[in-house]
Every structure is written in structure tokens, then in C-alpha cells.
Antibody, heavy 119, light 105 residues
């Protein structure tokens, strides 16, 4: 059973860069069956997809965040990472990493990590 | 950008049928997933590819998708089904609906 675990700072200052890593166990991020996603959820609000990276390293992003987001992988560590630049209070959220399959949804999720943007 | 619209809330009596809609332009031409999220928990797929249930999801959960509307139906609703439900589709990227809180009164 695949497991995902987010890690990174829980507090980021406004205008700085948010960086998170998702460690994957029980499955390889090099598998061509899956894509590796970041999703966030502001407190008390709904889910917002941020983007994903697939086995070939191709990335796809939410158009509303595209100019500030990058996602990369480290296959040697079986990890993938998120960077979100120029953060503001609106970026305060629980950030989830998740494994997905085309047309089958995001079937496996990390527990999520709360990132607070402070001024 | 593509948008999916859900009602903010739906209420149902125990044992009755709850229907949660998700609307989007030509949504019937896309595959839709539905997620259940209980307080403090991560989302769980309850329906994928419009109508399919992952293993372990009760048969009382079903889905449909036609025209501009996808529907999640919960038959014989139980107290444990009280949760937030999100639809999700693909339109060159992944899109979530705003979510619907299902309350079992």
C-alpha cells in the first residue's frame, strides 16, 4: 500500500517561497501508471488542485497559480517537491500530496501539512 | 478556466436518498470523480469514471453524468455519510467543485 508524507516549514513569511516535499513509500514515483499531485485546502474552505508531475517529468499546473508554481522529482529519494513563490496570506492552507491516475482520481493522499503565511 | 458548481449544502433524513449535483459546461463529455471528506480527514474517492466505485465503497454510493450535470446519489443515507463531498473533472488540468456539505438530520 503506497504511503505519502508531506514535510516542510509550517510557517513562511509573506513574499517568500513555500517549499514542501512529499516522500513516497510502497510505490515508485517513476511508475508510468500514476501522476503525483499537490492539492491545498485553506482552513474551512474547499480543495484546490495546484499541479502534478508525471513519470516523464512533465508538469501541469492550475492556471491561476501557474506563474508561481514549480514541481520536481527526486527519483533517488522517491520524493517530489512543490515550490510556490511570492506567497501571501491567501496561500495559508493545508497542503496535501496525492497520487493520481488518469480518469480515476486521486486515490492516495498524504495526511496534509498546514502552512501558515505570516506578515 | 473551467469551473464546476456544486450546491453548498444538502440535507437528508436517515434512510432517505441524497443527491448532490455538479455542473459544468459539457461535463458529460468528461470523466467525473467524487470525493468524500470527513472533518479532520483526507479526501477519499467514492466514485470514479462517472459511475464506478472503488473497492470498499458501499453500494449505496452511485454516480451519473450527462449533459452539463454529474450527480452523486447516496441511497439509504446513514449518519456516517455526513461529510463534505467534492466533484472533480479533467479539462486540460484537474478541477474541483466547491464542495457540498451533506447533513444527515
Amino acid at each position: 500500500q503506497v504511503q505519502l508524507q508531506e514535510s516542510g516549514p509550517g510557517l513562511v513569511k509573506s513574499s517568500q517561497t513555500l517549499s514542501l516535499t512529499c516522500s513516497v513509500s510502497g510505490g515508485s514515483i517513476s511508475s508510468n501508471d500514476y501522476h503525483w499531485n499537490w492539492v491545498r485546502q485553506p482552513p474551512g474552505k474547499g480543495l484546490e488542485w495546484i499541479g502534478y508531475i508525471n513519470y516523464s517529468g512533465s508538469t501541469y499546473f492550475n492556471p491561476s497559480l501557474k506563474s508561481r508554481v514549480s514541481i520536481s522529482t527526486d527519483t533517488s529519494k522517491n520524493q517530489f517537491s512543490l515550490k510556490l513563490t511570492s506567497v501571501t496570506a491567501a496561500d495559508t492552507a493545508v497542503y496535501y500530496c496525492a497520487r493520481g491516475q488518469p480518469d480515476r482520481g486521486l486515490g492516495s493522499w498524504g495526511q496534509g501539512t498546514l502552512v501558515t503565511v505570516s506578515s | 478556466s473551467y469551473e464546476l458548481t456544486q450546491p453548498p449544502s444538502v440535507s437528508v433524513s436517515p434512510g432517505q436518498t441524497a443527491s448532490i449535483t455538479c455542473s459544468g459546461d459539457k461535463l458529460g463529455e468528461k470523466y467525473v470523480c467524487w470525493y468524500q471528506q470527513k472533518p479532520g480527514q483526507t479526501p477519499v474517492v467514492v466514485i470514479y469514471q462517472d459511475t464506478k466505485r472503488p473497492s470498499g465503497i458501499p453500494e449505496r454510493f452511485s454516480g451519473s453524468n450527462s449533459g452539463n450535470t454529474a450527480t452523486l446519489t447516496v441511497s439509504g443515507t446513514q449518519a456516517m455519510d455526513e461529510a463534505d463531498y467534492y466533484c472533480q473533472a479533467w479539462d486540460s488540468s484537474i478541477v474541483f467543485g466547491g464542495g457540498t456539505r451533506l447533513t444527515v438530520l
